[in-house]
């Protein structure tokens, strides 16, 4: 059985002057008129089974997590009580 774990969190400074805060890069419709975000979940559904896609995000985009996901049960969706922001290694 295959799990999937999606990071969708951040401050949307990487993708700049496209992204930002109130529309991060997760979001973003640069390729197909779809989301960044949607198109992960759109490539991994052939191998994984929406029960085992889980998403973690901020608590400011969990709104528009949801929405943009509807398929994926909320409960799936995790919310870090902070922002961690993962390192780029081997910068």
């Given at each position: 059985m295959l799990y999937a774990l999606i990071m969708a969190g951040g401050k949307g400074t990487r993708l700049y002057p496209l992204s930002r805060s109130n529309n991060p890069k997760q979001f973003l419709?640069?390729?197909?008129?779809?989301?960044?975000?949607?198109?992960?979940?759109?490539?991994?559904?052939?191998?994984?089974?929406?029960?085992?896609?889980?998403?973690?995000?901020?608590?400011?985009?969990?709104?528009?997590?949801?929405?943009?996901?509807?398929?994926?049960?909320?409960?799936?969706?995790?919310?870090?009580p902070s922002n961690k922001e993962t390192p780029l290694l081997g910068i």
């Open positions: 419709k640069v390729i197909n008129n779809k989301s960044f975000l949607r198109n992960t979940v759109d490539r991994i559904k052939p191998l994984v089974s929406k029960e085992n896609i889980y998403v973690v995000t901020n608590k400011d985009y969990y709104e528009s997590i949801c929405s943009e996901l509807p398929e994926i049960d909320e409960a799936n969706i995790f919310v870090e």
